[in-house]
């Protein structure tokens, strides 16, 4: 029986940050979004607990940002043992120079209230057991309670994570390893109190991440190198004995709230997207938690994702807009399985030259200015940049590059950031020059396009010098440079993207 037929554009699998992200995008767009959950409940685990600079960029450009930083812990510098050397969020450029620490039940808390707020159905307790795609419609087997019915919709998301079954269905090999460890992980409190607020500690007998997440309690991650690979329950005793040996002192952990026990796997998918069955997020990528990426990545992935499908749906661009959602994304999370790979190996090895490596690397990443905010730079995400975007185009070198939250002032208005105008989810224009109109069949009124006209009273370096900036919805450049030359341009590169 198939329920509910044309009425959803779109339905998502998963219900965990990548998927409530995507629907929101989708939603804001006025796309019909239905997102399908196989659990009763949102995670009451803290799980990822880290929100790096750039995610909390594109949360403020969506007016999230300060629904999160009121049950936020931000947290400006982060130490490693080694050297006692110190990693400073703040050297970034952004409003969000800092890792903002709060419990993955509670971004997916406000990023579902912001999709439901927006018309998104999220129907809990029902899981996808198939998909396949005839002609220009997907058709989905979903089960609740023993009951199995069929939906069909044009479009399918699996985020459903690591386990993907819309991922398995796409026939997507999910190629990589699993590491030869398992890490630990217990939120508790603790009886000597940390002076660092993020700690990385790596010794002989292992390393442990500690994370304040407020109100006296701490995420310990710890890899045990006596016990390398357990599947047994984590015990308080357990974590109590592997802390002592960790820190070389009783920390008397106590109250666990959660403790796991999981495997790091590296691995990606094949590919992305088959016809209209797309992946994104841990059911496209998983790498060590080294660097706290997984729901980082997520959201990055939702939100390219989101503006082009939303764009292919209500007919302003062909499908073929789709390849560049995994040419742009793909790379990213190539990236972060290949550094987190090596991070992780060398962190986690007591070798000799491992260990050499490490403290060599640190002291370099750490006390070097320029590679000090390269290291930040692209942990934090706000470095990441997509090359296929600049080489389709031959412009500009902004081309690709993430824009910061410029300032507009114009006479007679109040001063306009860049950040709160693509709330909206459509491109802006930033013109600082006079004379007629540089898109003039784009129709403003229907949210295509915003322009934001006036002087650029605020932008660090090259952002200066543009006469005329394109931005995605995503917050990335389409264009740059003179006025004289966007005559020419400009309707072509926004023609790439979007149809008016
Ligand atoms: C124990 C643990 C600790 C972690 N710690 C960190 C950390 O400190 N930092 C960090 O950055 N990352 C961490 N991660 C990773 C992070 O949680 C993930 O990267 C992030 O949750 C990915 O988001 P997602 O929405 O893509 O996938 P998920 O969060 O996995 O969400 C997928 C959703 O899909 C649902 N689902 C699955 N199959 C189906 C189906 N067939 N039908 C319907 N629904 C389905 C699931 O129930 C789930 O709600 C941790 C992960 C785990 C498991």
Same mark, same amino acid.
């Given at each position: 029986m198939d329920q509910n037929a044309d009425a959803y554009d779109v339905i998502i699998a998963g219900a965990g940050p990548t998927g409530l992200m995507l629907a929101g995008e989708l939603a804001l767009a006025g796309v019909r979004c239905r997102v399908v959950e196989r659990?009763?409940?949102?995670?009451?685990? #803290?799980?990822?607990?880290g929100l790096h600079g750039r995610t909390m960029e594109v949360l403020h450009m969506r007016g999230v940002a300060d629904e999160v930083l009121e049950r936020a812990n931000p947290v400006p510098r982060v130490r490693v043992s080694l050297g006692q050397s110190l990693f400073d969020m &703040?050297?970034? !450029? #952004?409003?969000? /120079?800092q890792l903002t620490i709060i419990p993955q039940g509670q971004t997916e808390e406000l990023l579902e209230k912001r999709a439901v707020n927006l018309g998104v159905t999220v129907e809990r @307790? !029902?899981?996808?057991?198939d998909c396949r795609q005839e002609g220009r419609t997907v058709h989905v087997t979903l089960e609740k309670e023993g009951r199995v019915w069929e939906e069909s919709a044009p479009w399918l998301i699996g985020?459903?994570?690591?386990?993907s079954q819309v991922r398995q269905s796409m026939g997507a090999e999910f190629t990589g390893a699993t590491y030869p460890y398992t890490i630990i992980v217990a939120d508790v409190r603790l009886g000597v109190p940390l002076d660092d607020q993020l700690l990385i500690r790596v010794g002989r007998a292992g390393l442990v991440v500690a994370t304040?997440? &407020?109100?006296g309690w701490y995420r310990m991650g710890v890899i045990d190198r006596d016990k390398p690979w357990s599947d047994d329950p984590v015990t308080l005793g357990e974590v109590d004995a592997t802390l002592k040996k960790l820190f070389?002192?009783?920390?008397? $952990?106590?109250?666990?709230?959660w403790t796991s026990r999981f495997h790091i796997q590296e691995r990606q998918a094949?590919?992305?997207?088959?016809g209209r069955m797309i992946i994104a997020g841990d059911a496209a990528h998983v790498h060590s938690p080294l660097g706290g990426q997984g729901l980082n990545l997520g959201i990055q992935d939702a939100m390219n994702l989101g503006w082009k499908l939303a764009a292919v749906v209500k007919g302003r661009? /062909?499908?073929?807009?789709?390849?560049s959602y995994a040419a742009e994304r793909r790379p990213v999370s190539q990236g972060v399985i290949k550094v987190t790979d090596i991070a992780t190996r060398i962190m986690t090895s007591d070798q000799l030259p491992a260990r050499v490596a490490r403290k060599a690397v640190v002291a370099v990443a750490s006390r070097i200015p320029r590679t000090h905010l390269t290291a930040v730079g692209h942990l934090s995400g706000v470095?990441?940049?997509?090359p296929a975007m600049a080489a389709a185009t031959g412009? #500009?070198?902004? !081309? &690709?590059t993430r824009v910061p939250d410029l300032r507009i002032a114009s006479p007679g208005r109040s001063a306009e950031n860049l950040y709160e105008a693509l709330r909206t989810g459509s491109f802006v224009l930033i013109d600082t020059g006079s004379g007629a109109?540089?898109? $003039? /069949?784009? $129709?403003?009124s229907d949210g295509s396009l915003v322009r934001l006209a006036g002087r650029i009273s605020y932008a660090p370096g090259?952002?200066?010098?543009?006469e005329v900036i394109l931005v995605r919805?995503? @917050?990335?450049?389409a264009w740059a440079g003179t006025r004289a030359r966007a005559v020419a341009e400009l309707p072509a590169a926004l023609l790439r993207w979007v149809r008016s």
């Open positions: 659990r009763e409940h949102r995670t009451q685990e #803290s799980r990822a607990l &703040g050297k970034l !450029v #952004s409003d969000f /120079g @307790g !029902v899981t996808v057991t985020c459903d994570g690591s386990r304040d997440f &407020g109100n070389g002192r009783d920390m008397r $952990p106590s109250e666990p709230l094949e590919f992305y997207r088959k661009a /062909g499908e073929d807009l789709l390849d470095f990441t940049r997509y412009a #500009s070198a902004l !081309v &690709g109109p540089l898109l $003039p /069949g784009v $129709p403003e090259p952002w200066r010098t543009p919805p995503d @917050g990335y450049c």
